[in-house]
């Protein structure tokens, strides 16, 4: 048995201990008796050779050998006999300091005093030697006389800190019992395990240092903890955020209301017979952005009365070795805080190269978890796959309207004198949680704070933040489009215009007819709307997109085709699933154009790349149909299409090239109000001498403008003639100089492209 384990004298009735401090003064005076119970040892080992001690560190000499020699494991030479008077009132001297605390641990825990030192032992299921090796550690890090103590006890002003071999004489009488504790300093062994305790070199020593001889350091988190500090590890400084369970009575509603019932009961049912070493309980929670699964992590852990600690792994760059420490530092914090564990951005794992990493993460899981939630934007129903564990998958999808609108109602009481029209708006457009609701509010009310203009709260400013808030990860598959096209500049057949409109009104009324009609129980997917435009270069359709974007107040996203598509087989399905995604968190319409490129006419399979065209296709469509959003496509060649795409496409348009009267307007339209023009400029002429379309007419009206400002003066005739020009050579058309101010076009004929 160790020296703390002899069997106690009976205690006198102290006090129990008021706080961790003075629990831990009584263990370090408990340290001082071993130290000079070891003192006895190394006393009589200098009495037998005095000469040696001022030369001991640096030569060792032939008496010192035969000292050696000549005595057992335990230094004690042959035959010598110990002052044992004065050992056993040592010994005695220990007992009573055992009996002492741990008579006033008990009567602290009877009171609900938490004493740091027996909760540390708990958390991690130590035995009482390996919370007293943790003890002599501690003593240098609190009290400076531990490092002459403990250099002088190893005969060596350099060795100020504790070597195993120094924790082992300390706690062990006798040599079979040191030799039998070695394991206690593995590294599967908790100490070591567990980053309680670190291992280190004897810097001093070129040839490297035996296992006894290694140095024993304390966790500098551990230390903090025992001296009784709440503050997360310092790897963890703005890495994580802890919060805790809400105290009002508000907050207790809001954390009711976000809890899920499944994953709460399986949690309360899993705690309530937890014990050290029963496998940890981790939840994949999984769905698009914004859906609420940090919400629903949180409200479990608080409904438990659990505080959740929160870690983006995507924030921890690229160094995979750096990674693992901050994770099991995350995790281990999770046991010192009795915190549940959010682990967000998982989808990085289900790459094949983070293998590694999911083994790291399952083992951290395995030694320090209890409850843990990985949350990720991944449809893989089958959840995340970490070696070990059993993993729960969870899906989060957006809230329905009724809930949203709910929520917005909830917020806006108070701020608004029209909380209902308004929730109704924003919940069936932005399917927030009351978090991100009260947060785009005060985003909306601190903007109009800056800006100059006087006026109450509209609900344009709210739904601009909201957008803000909202926007996503897209910046490199697609390209946000500020729209400033309205109704007034799209220049179109009246046909096409009404047919605009109307899918116009559709999206506007998506709610009430899907939602409060009941039409959307109806529908298992393709509830959105689908739209394709289609027509040469330069008819319109982009500005059309712009036109029903600026109108429906929501954002409009141009995907970039060259950049989802993957010649890696199944990464333009990732690509595509992320765009759908978070499109569909910021309450966003996205314009594929030049879409031919996806959803073309699928292909005869003769190899495995083709069969997985055709499968991005199938996906694509899938996507589309399941997105209650507006998607829009543009393609310049329409008979290039898939038939089965085309038939479920909601809306098709025809963007025909425009005829005179049409092109006549657009170039109308096309110069400022403030711009100078030269009287000899006729825009009837230009419409049916240049035979272009709108998109072209554009960049001829650029490029005399930039002409007419290099010569100084008005923009002329002879300056858009000469824009013409270039734009001609541009595009690969003819060019016939027009022989008068007004004439033929300049093919004699109005030709099309």
């Not at 794992?349 to 978890?369: C, H, K, N, P």
Request: glycine share 8%.
């Amino acid at each position: 048995m160790t020296l703390q384990q002899e069997p106690p004298e009976a205690a006198p009735m102290a006090p129990p201990y008021r706080n961790s401090h003075e629990h831990l003064a009584d263990e370090l005076r408990r340290l001082d008796l071993l130290i000079r119970l070891r003192l006895a040892t190394t006393r009589l080992r200098n009495a037998v050779v005095p000469e040696e001690q001022a030369a001991r560190t640096v030569c060792i000499s032939d008496a010192e050998v035969c000292w050696l020699l000549d005595s057992d494991g335990d230094g004690r030479p042959d035959g010598a006999e110990a002052d044992e008077a004065a050992l056993e009132e040592l010994r005695k001297a220990l007992r009573r300091a055992n009996a002492e605390i741990k008579a006033r641990s008990e009567r602290s825990g009877a009171l609900g005093v938490t004493l740091r030192l027996p909760m540390l032992g708990r958390l991690f299921s130590l035995t009482p030697t390996e919370v007293d090796a943790v003890v002599v550690a501690l003593a240098p890090e609190v009290r400076r006389k531990y490092d002459r103590l403990y250099a002088y006890l190893q005969d060596d002003i350099t060795r100020q800190r504790p070597s195993v071999d120094l924790v082992l004489e300390l706690l062990y009488p006798t040599e079979p019992e040191r030799w039998a504790a070695r394991h206690l300093f593995t590294d599967a062994a908790p100490l070591l395990r567990y980053d309680i305790l670190r291992l280190i070199d004897d810097p001093q020593s070129p040839s490297g240092s035996t296992g006894l001889a290694r140095f024993l350091a304390l966790d500098p988190r551990i230390c903090q903890f025992l001296l009784g500090s709440d503050a997360c590890d310092a790897r963890l400084a703005g890495l994580a955020r802890l919060e805790h369970p809400a105290k009002s009575r508000s907050g207790q509603q809001e954390t009711e209301a976000l809890s899920d019932g499944g994953p709460l009961r399986l949690a309360q049912r899993h705690l309530s017979q937890e014990k050290r070493g029963q496998r940890p309980l981790v939840f994949h929670l999984f769905g698009p952005a914004g859906a609420g699964k940090r919400d629903l992590a949180r409200g479990t852990s608080h409904r438990l009365g659990m505080p959740l600690l929160d870690l983006d792994l995507r924030t921890l760059g690229g160094r995979e070795q750096e990674a693992a420490l901050v994770v099991r530092a995350a995790l281990r914090e999770g046991v010192l805080q009795s915190a549940a564990v959010l682990l967000a951005g998982t989808d990085m794992l289900q790459q094949g190269e983070a293998v590694s990493m999911r083994y790291v993460l399952s083992g951290a899981i395995a030694d320090f978890g209890s409850l843990v939630f990985l949350t990720g934007e991944s449809d893989d129903a089958v959840g995340l796959d970490l070696p070990g564990q059993a993993v729960h998958p969870v899906v989060v999808p957006l809230p329905d309207v009724s809930t949203s609108a709910a929520r917005w109602r909830q917020a806006l009481q108070g701020r608004v004198t029209d909380p209902e029209g308004w929730a109704t708006e924003l919940g069936s457009r932005f399917r927030f949680t009351p978090t991100r609701a009260r947060a785009a509010l005060e985003r909306a009310e601190n903007q109009l704070m800056m800006d100059p203009r006087s006026g109450p709260l509209t609900l344009s400013d709210v739904s601009a933040a909201c957008r803000e808030q909202s926007r996503q990860r897209l910046g490199n598959l697609a390209v946000k489009v500020s729209p400033r096209s309205h109704w007034k500049d799209l220049i179109l057949p009246e046909d096409r215009m009404a047919h605009l409109r109307e899918i116009c009104s559709q999206a506007r009324h998506q709610h009430r007819v899907h939602d409060v009609w009941g039409f959307g129980a109806r529908l298992s997917r393709g509830k959105g709307l689908t739209v394709l435009f289609s027509g040469p270069p330069g008819t319109g359709k982009t500005m059309a997109a712009e036109v029903l974007a600026h109108d429906l107040d929501v954002d409009l996203y141009t995907v970039d085709l060259s950049r989802v598509v993957s010649k890696y087989i199944g990464e333009t399905e990732k690509n595509l699933g992320r765009i759908f995604s978070e499109a569909r968190a910021a309450d966003a319409i996205l314009f594929f154009d030049e879409a031919d490129a996806l959803y073309g006419k699928r292909t005869e399979v003769s190899d495995a790349h083709d069969r997985y065209a055709n499968i991005e296709t199938s996906y694509l469509l899938q996507r589309m149909e399941e997105y209650d959003g507006m998607v829009i496509l543009a393609s310049n060649l329409r008979q290039n299409m898939d038939d089965a795409f085309t038939r479920r496409i909601r809306f098709i348009v025809e963007f025909p090239f425009p005829e005179v009267e049409s092109r006549l307007r657009i170039w109308q339209a096309l110069f400022p109000p403030q711009a100078p023009v030269s009287p000899d400029v006729d825009f009837a002429a230009l419409a049916r001498e240049l035979v272009v379309t709108g998109g072209n007419i554009k960049n001829i009206v650029l490029n005399a403008a930039f002409l007419a400002a290099a010569d100084g003066g008005a923009i002329g005739r002879q300056h858009i003639l000469r824009g013409a020009r270039r734009e001609f050579e541009k595009i690969g058309k003819l060019w016939a100089e027009p022989a008068a101010p007004a004439g033929h076009p300049v093919h004699g004929r109005e030709d099309r492209p």
